[in-house]
């Protein structure tokens, strides 16, 4: 018996891969299309905003609020994503969602390391938490 698995990566307005993985017992393969040429268009599913921001404060893995380092003589700039419509129907999907199904934009997030004040104003690394993409999950509605 053969299982297909359909995953839709989108990386980036650039980058957007369709990972078809294709298993039996007989045989694993996984087939990458690559489409960046001229033949397709990308549709985004949830728009987007990105900048890349120095933040002076931010809550940690932990969930506590720390000062962030970020100083002229030492800047710390991170990459964000923002989703622009969270909680609304992802773009061009109204035709292709099942009856009982829902799509929304959801924020995603990430962790990066930055040096921050902890205790006694030591100097630490510690990870914080940053918008980092937005994707358009797909929900069943329960009755």
């Known amino acids: 018996m053969t299982t297909i698995a359909l995953n839709i990566c989108l990386l980036s307005v650039i980058n957007l891969l369709i990972v078809i993985e294709s298993t039996s017992s007989m045989e694993n393969s996984t087939i990458v299309f690559d489409f960046k040429n001229d033949n397709y268009e990308e549709i985004t599913l949830c728009e987007t905003y990105e900048d890349i921001i120095y933040p002076t404060i931010g809550k940690t893995s932990a969930g506590v ?29 109204n035709n292709f969602v099942p009856s009982g199904y829902v799509t929304a934009c959801k924020q995603q997030y990430t962790y990066r390391e930055l040096v921050s004040l902890g205790a006694n104003n030591q100097i630490i690394k510690d990870k914080f938490e940053f918008p980092s993409s937005c994707s358009c999950a797909l929900y069943r509605i329960r009755n």
């Not at 991170?78 to 129907?89: D, Y």
């Open 65 to 93: 609020d720390m000062l962030i380092v970020n100083t002229p003589e030492h800047r710390q700039g991170i990459r964000i994503s923002m989703c622009q419509n969270i909680g609304q129907p992802c773009n061009n999907l």
